[in-house]
């Protein structure tokens, strides 16, 4: 008689090798999917770490949720935040910002 290490005798589960080898699928495919949820929550909130915990411990269903409920990507757009064009000081490297005539590290002009 055959026996292996994670034989369960129940009917309907398979025994064995295929056992480790569905679980060992099933880990991987868990990790994949929690691997997606931190770096989506990561682009979309400030909060990924919990927002993958809430997934780990809700399962499928929590995965499902995050994929129909999730926020928008975060982009300076979303968070209402208008982007200043700037340049480089030419003798300090500074950033000026284009409204600024002179650098407000050296005090050296834009202008010339």
């Known amino acids: 008689m055959k026996t292996y290490f994670l034989a369960l005798g129940i ?31 990561k682009k979309r909130t400030n909060c ?22 999730r926020p928008e990507v975060r982009t300076p ?4 935040k208008r982007l200043v064009t700037a340049e480089s000081c030419e003798r300090c490297v500074y950033t000026i910002a284009e409204n600024k005539a002179r650098c407000p590290n050296c005090g050296h002009s834009r202008m010339g």
Not at 48 to 69: D, M
Not at 77 to 80: I, M, N, Q, S
Request: glycine share 10%; with cysteine; charged share 5%.
């Open 11 to 41: 009917p309907g589960i398979p025994e064995g090798p295929l056992l480790i080898a569905f679980a060992v699928a099933y880990f991987a495919v868990a990790l994949l999917a929690l691997n997606w949820v931190y770096n989506d929550a």
């Open 48 to 69: 990924a770490g919990v927002i993958t915990l809430l997934v780990l411990c809700a399962g499928f269903i929590g995965l499902v949720i995050w994929w129909l409920g």
């Open 77 to 80: 757009t979303t968070d209402k």
